[in-house]
């Protein structure tokens, strides 16, 4: 398999099969094509719909099969690799599972867009209004009802690492990067995903990149900065 991705500091859609396929040992290759200066370069659009019909990544290439969407492509991966619990087995847990991922999938945009992931740089609490509240709110109410109702069993949502955690890590660099304040139960969730083999490796990857993108690099304070070599004037707060 052949997973197209884009920067791993700023491309969060990437991160989530990257994170699936790397968490559960499965074999590929990444193909990163940049974004160099912003999204909506029109080279970076050429090379990506090479793979992807839609022009976005991420795109998995699984033989002739091409998958885009990063949902399609985390069943995609359950379907190709059964013996793997890629979903929760159990079918109140993998119904729970599926909702909040296609929750993830096409939600939460107050969060996302007023705060988008950036590993680089971790940003001072302030007020974001009530849009990004309440999304913080919901998606602190799915994870401890997911961590009450199935969690026993391991630090994950649903105990053992699955498909709705890789959906959901990059809230988990979203909510570090920009000191979103949350209650024990989901600290030590987002700890958890965040000391994984793969986020970390992810990280690595993401903290030696050389781009910047100025319309992800939020115009905040920075508390610390991972990237001083490639640091633009900043006042430290
Ligand atoms: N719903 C898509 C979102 C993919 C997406 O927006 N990816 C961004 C990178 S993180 C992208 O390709 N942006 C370029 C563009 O929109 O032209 C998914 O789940 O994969």
């Known amino acids: 398999m052949k997973l197209v991705i884009a920067n791993k500091n700023h491309s969060s859609w990437s991160l989530r099969p990257w994170l699936l396929l790397t ?14 200066q912003a999204f909506d370069d029109p080279e970076w659009k050429r090379a990506v719909s090479v793979f992807s019909p839609g022009g976005k990544v991420p795109a998995l290439i699984d033989g002739e099969i091409q998958v885009w969407e990063s949902l399609a492509i985390l069943d995609h991966i359950a379907d190709t690799c059964p013996e793997l619990a890629i979903w929760p087995r159990d079918p109140a ?4 599972a599926r909702s909040i991922s296609a929750e993830m999938h096409a ?6 867009s007023a705060c988008p992931m950036n590993l680089a740089w971790v940003h001072p609490p302030k007020d974001r209004g009530a849009k990004v509240a309440a999304d913080v709110a919901r998606i602190s ?4 009802d997911a961590r009450a109702r199935f969690g026993a069993g391991g630090p994950f949502l649903f105990g053992a ?9 990059p809230v988990t660099a979203r909510f570090t990067g920009y000191s979103i304040p949350l209650d024990p139960v989901c600290t030590a969730y987002v700890d958890a995903v965040q000391a994984t083999r793969g986020y970390q490796s992810w990280r690595l990857g993401a903290l030696a990149e050389p781009w910047i993108i100025a319309e992800d690099e939020a115009q905040e304070p920075v508390i610390t900065d991972f990237r001083p070599h490639l640091s633009r004037s900043r006042a430290l707060s």
Do not use: N
């Open 141 to 144: 109410t799915i994870w401890r």
């Open 93 to 96: 847990a993998k119904a729970m």
């Open 161 to 169: 690492f699955s498909a709705a955690d890789a959906m959901f890590a």
């Open 23 to 36: 968490q559960f040992g499965i074999p590929f290759e990444e193909v990163l094509i940049p974004f160099a």
């Open 107 to 112: 939600g939460f945009s107050a969060l996302r």
